[in-house]
């Protein structure tokens, strides 16, 4: 499954200034602290499955801190020796990419770097231009600690359950006690907007009870996977200010795809200090939650859209979305506020006072932010389209972004022809059996296969072994040998060399194979596992009907020429160099 990690990076100057037109980040890290990443990356070297190319998206609040967080972030990595492909993609790329894409079409807003949401948005881009089958998001402020991680997070995504997709998958968030639940003090003022407690009944609900899959309300911005066809159709909302995980799990649900949070997908969240003050924190919950309530209330009857509401989203966020908001605005303000004057905190309580006037005058948005959103994503889906006229330039640009090498297979360099390397001069596509597959599909071939080498006389498998798996010759020679009338002599069948490929009609049935495959010289094989080859199957109904319809094809051919020998001389031995 391809497969991509990208996580964002946030940078600021080295004495956390910030000027007018700054982009807003919760807790960017000083270009002359070690910050957060460099955590992360070490942790890497605990995950188990590497089949995975890592994206770093790093982003500053001002453009003129740019070249010094690139060379910072180059750094990290080298110091980090992280042992997958890793691409470092900033906003200097993005210019890049923005002058190919839009240079026939009007597109100019959106893709971007200035907040959360947009972030996200490139999150998806990249990968799905990489012919991402499946991206997974994580944040800077996070390390792994499961080993299975990785594998777990493509055990499900992009199957079936219950008859529906599994579109996206929520992993969730351990703090450095190891509970999912956010560490806080219930404090007085929370009486009338008690957040944290219905979270703590959504997580009660969904992450600590069985069954492991549940349909989920909520995700978290770092422990998102996301299926490809999700990522084409649903774009994250740039006018969210906060809360754009919680706000995609919505906007997918308006799409018809569906978000399943897994309860065993952890990963340790050490975030850096809250600095900011708790008026200003509940602010930005104002602002984000009366945004996402707008599009419940503006909402309107659509075609292939499914109507969303508050109780859809029970307990958490949908509490937040319901008529009496509001209300619970303004009494939750009113008792911090008479905190603030308790502790003669006079200008917090002020500003704590002025939340109630932004709630009601500002803070709503004075427009349709269901059509609003509707129009943005015709936009998104408008420029996914567009990509596929300039694949290759666009993977041309990301992929000079690499500064890490460790891929598991390697792309030809002549990229004017996008063929696929398998060895120093072997194609995978020139393979009659894969010439039906796209690149994407053959790429899905190379992260499931192995290679296995034979020495000279060493056999593959005997007469009377079961042995199901696929076997492509690099370099050297097979024979196949089959026993002659009884005699200890085995006939030489045929040889097969470099190029040729076999055992491929096995997959449809574990027989004890009636002939032998020897090494006649020292042989490399790529190896395709069967049972590897069925999850294909079962996970792309297009890739496997493309590779069942050819090796169908070719156990006929093997079916009527053999029938052809025997009819014209019963007397001689059929040829079985084609069936094992």
């Given amino acids: 499954m391809r497969t991509y990690m990208v996580i964002p990076t946030y940078w600021t100057g080295p004495k956390g200034e910030w000027e007018e037109g700054d982009a807003v980040f919760d807790h960017p890290t000083l270009l002359n602290e070690e910050g957060t990443l460099a955590r992360i990356l070490e942790s890497l070297h605990v995950i188990e ?203 997918a649900r308006i799409f018809g795809f569906n978000f399943y949070l897994d309860n065993q997908l952890g990963i340790k969240h050490l975030p850096p200090p809250k600095k900011h003050p708790i008026w200003k924190r509940f602010r930005e919950d104002i602002y984000r939650f009366l945004y996402d309530k707008s599009k419940f209330d503006t909402q309107r009857p659509e075609i292939n859209l499914r109507e969303i509401k508050p109780e859809d989203f029970d307990p958490y966020p949908g509490e937040f979305m319901k008529p009496d908001l509001g209300d619970k605005i303004f009494k939750t303000n009113i008792i911090l506020a008479l905190n603030y004057l308790a502790d003669n905190d006079i200008e917090a309580c002020k500003e704590t006072i002025k939340n109630i006037y932004l709630a009601r005058y500002e803070a709503i948005p004075h427009y349709n932010t269901f059509d609003e959103y509707l129009a943005f994503q015709k936009k998104w889906r408008k420029l996914f389209e567009y990509t596929k006229s300039l694949d290759t330039k666009l993977k041309d640009i990301i992929m000079k972004c690499r500064i890490v090498e460790h891929d598991k297979y390697k792309e030809a360099k002549n990229r004017k022809f996008n063929k696929i390397s398998i060895s120093k001069d072997m194609v995978l596509e020139d393979i009659e059996l894969f010439k039906p597959l796209t690149n994407k599909e053959l790429r899905r071939l190379l992260e499931i296969s192995n290679i296995t080498h034979l020495k000279k006389n060493e056999y593959l498998f005997q007469a009377g072994d079961i042995n199901s798996n696929i076997y492509i010759i690099l370099n050297g020679r097979l024979q196949i040998l089959k026993n002659h009338l009884n005699a200890r002599d085995n006939l030489i069948v045929t040889e097969l060399t470099a190029g040729n490929y076999l055992n491929e009609t096995s997959i449809f049935f574990d027989q004890p194979h009636s002939v032998s495959v020897i090494a006649a010289s020292d042989t490399e094989l790529l190896e395709i596992p069967k049972d590897k080859i069925l999850t294909i ?43 094992f």
């Avoid at 590779?547 to 040829?575: A, F």
Wanted: aromatic share 10%.
């Fill in 49 to 251: 499955d590497k089949h995975f190319t890592l994206i770093i998206i790093g982003v500053t609040t001002n453009n003129k801190y740019e070249n010094q967080m690139i060379k910072r972030l180059q750094s990290i990595i080298k110091k980090s020796n992280v042992d997958v492909d890793t691409i470092l993609f900033t906003r200097k790329n993005l210019i890049q990419l923005k002058k190919t894409l839009y240079k026939n079409i009007e597109m100019d807003d959106i893709l971007d770097l200035n907040n959360y949401a947009n972030i996200r948005n490139m999150c998806l881009f990249l990968p799905y231009v990489l012919d991402a089958e499946v991206a997974i998001l994580i944040d800077d402020d996070e390390i792994f600690e499961d080993p299975q991680f990785v594998s777990k997070t493509k055990e499900f995504i992009g199957r079936r359950f219950y008859g529906n997709t599994i579109d996206g998958v929520a992993g969730y968030y351990l703090n450095e006690d190891n509970e999912y639940y956010d560490k806080v003090n219930i404090e007085p003022w929370m009486t009338y907007w008690d957040r944290f407690g219905e979270k703590r009944e959504a997580f009660d609900k969904i992450i600590g009870s069985e069954p492991r899959l549940k349909k989920t309300p909520f995700a978290f911005g770092g422990a998102m996977v996301i299926h490809r066809n999700l990522m084409r159709i649903v774009p994250f909302d740039p006018k969210t200010t906060r809360g754009e995980d919680t706000d995609y799990v919505i906007n």
């Fill in 537 to 579: 199957i079962k996970e792309n109904c297009e890739l496997s009907s493309k590779l069942l319809w050819n090796i169908s094809k070719e156990l006929s051919g093997s079916l009527i020429k053999t029938t052809k020998k025997y009819s014209d001389s019963i007397e001689q031995d059929s040829d079985v160099s084609d069936i």
